[in-house]
């Protein structure tokens, strides 16, 4: 999606606007220090207020909604869930200019997590595979919303054309097989369950080397849980997707599509953000190299020919 609705009126999303909407709002909060998070993510930008709570806005109409899902969600899924998550505190209309609801949570303490940046591997693809799994274990009531959000079909042709334009022969050749084998796989016919929607490195937060937390539920959804799956690409290694896939329990059609779906949204990143955002960049060509592994173990001298 695209801000262009908004890019003429949206106020710089900076420490001047958050005190104006936290007075405005949340009096109580209005005298906190208020400092910017130089890494927000795409979706949002973050503020640390005070030392325990965060202040997260959209960017744009792309990430509009999140706050309120996750403010109506979140409390609820808490207990359920084997790690911490996001707790909202409040919930922010738009003001002083700024068109689109957000959020103050409270703060979780964690790093942003890297693939070989834990201190137990297969520990940590066992707690990834077990909150994927309490999660889809939580009753499903009302739309959750975004019951057809996700799907792979949608994303043919723009994962065709990011293969042909961004891939020489062999890489375009092993992800292809790839993409072909996810559309191919059989569909999601047991009863819906709910998912992440963004399930990767970049929404886990770990503490002494170990899962802590999980962030971002702005996707969070009710359908197939294979989009996931991307988390095995993006943040497990050869070795340790046995072991998620196993804490999981995962039959090979979803495999197949959750493959796909590393595929796609690591290629989508890589096209959209890898020319200006070296850390999208690495994060991106290891999650694409991670997904065609196994077709490209053939063509393994010819390592690197797709960038």
Same mark, same amino acid.
């Given at each position: ?49 005070? %030392? ?103 994303? %043919? %042709? ?69 989009? %996931? ?79």
């Amino acid at each position: 999606m695209s801000n262009a609705g908004h890019q003429d009126t949206v106020p710089e999303i900076g420490v001047d606007l958050v005190r104006g909407l936290l007075a405005a709002q949340f009096p109580r909060w209005g005298g906190l220090t208020v400092t910017r998070l130089a890494d927000g993510g795409s979706d949002h930008v973050i503020f640390l207020l005070g %030392d325990d709570m965060s202040v997260r806005l959209p960017r744009g109409d792309w990430a509009a909604g999140q706050a309120e899902k996750e403010h109506a969600w979140l409390p609820w899924f808490a207990p359920q869930l084997p790690l911490a998550i996001p707790v909202p505190l409040g919930l922010g209309v738009p003001g002083l200019g700024y068109p689109y609801h957000w959020s103050v949570t409270r703060w979780l303490d964690g790093s942003v997590a890297t693939a070989d940046g834990f201190a137990d591997p297969e520990g940590a693809a066992r707690q990834l595979g077990g909150f994927l799994k309490a999660l889809q274990q939580v009753p499903t009531v009302g739309d959750g919303h975004g019951l057809s959000r996700w799907s792979l079909i949608a994303r %043919d %042709d723009a994962t065709r054309t990011a293969i042909k334009a961004r891939t020489g022969a062999a890489a375009a050749d092993a992800m292809t097989r790839v993409w072909d084998a996810a559309l191919a796989a059989p569909g999601w016919d047991a009863a819906p369950v709910w998912y992440h929607g963004d399930f990767h490195t970049g929404n886990l937060l770990t503490a002494d080397g170990h899962v802590s937390a999980v962030i971002d539920f702005g996707g969070l959804g009710v359908g197939d849980p294979a989009c %996931d799956l991307m988390v095995a690409w993006t943040t497990l290694s050869a070795a340790t997707r046995p072991v998620f896939r196993a804490a999981l329990g995962v039959d090979d059609a979803t495999w197949a599509r959750g493959r796909g779906w590393a595929l796609a949204t690591g290629l989508n990143a890589y096209t959209h953000y890898a020319a200006t955002d070296p850390r999208v960049a690495a994060q991106t060509r290891r999650q694409i190299d991670e997904a065609i592994s196994d077709e490209w173990a053939e063509a393994e001298a010819e390592t690197g020919a797709w960038r």
